[in-house]
């Protein structure tokens, strides 16, 4: 079997995870939730209009950072975001820990299957 078909099968089985599974619930829930999505918006522009100030040099006013400051708890306390984050970060920890045990093995090194959660290169 080729790397890339190996790679496709890596692909599927994450996919299958319930990692994965939980991901794509949380994601179809915040797209379906019209006020999340204008908040999620609202946010990133704010943002990066700060952002674009500050890297231009310019001052950014009080009243843009209370104004951005305010989305952002809006955010934080919005359910399906931070489900949708929380689904995130989960998953992205799968994708750091299937790294982590690739790398051990371009190294050289090995652990037993049944250990391999708790051996230092793995986990």
Request: glycine fraction near 4%.
């Amino acid at each position: 079997m080729s790397v890339t078909e190996k790679a496709q099968e890596l692909g599927t089985a994450l996919r299958e995870t319930e990692e994965a599974t939980i991901l794509q619930a949380a994601e179809m829930n915040l797209d379906n939730d019209p006020e999340s999505l204008k908040l999620i918006t609202e946010f990133q522009q704010r943002f990066q209009k700060i952002k674009s100030a500050q890297d231009a040099g310019e001052e950014v006013s009080g009243e843009e950072i209370e104004s951005f400051n305010q989305v952002q708890e809006k955010v934080k306390t919005d359910k399906n975001i931070q489900a949708y984050f929380a689904a995130q970060q989960q998953f992205n920890q799968l994708l750091q820990q299937v790294n982590n045990i690739i790398n051990h093995v371009l190294r050289g090194e090995s652990c037993p299957p049944d250990s391999c959660n708790s051996c230092p290169g793995c986990s």
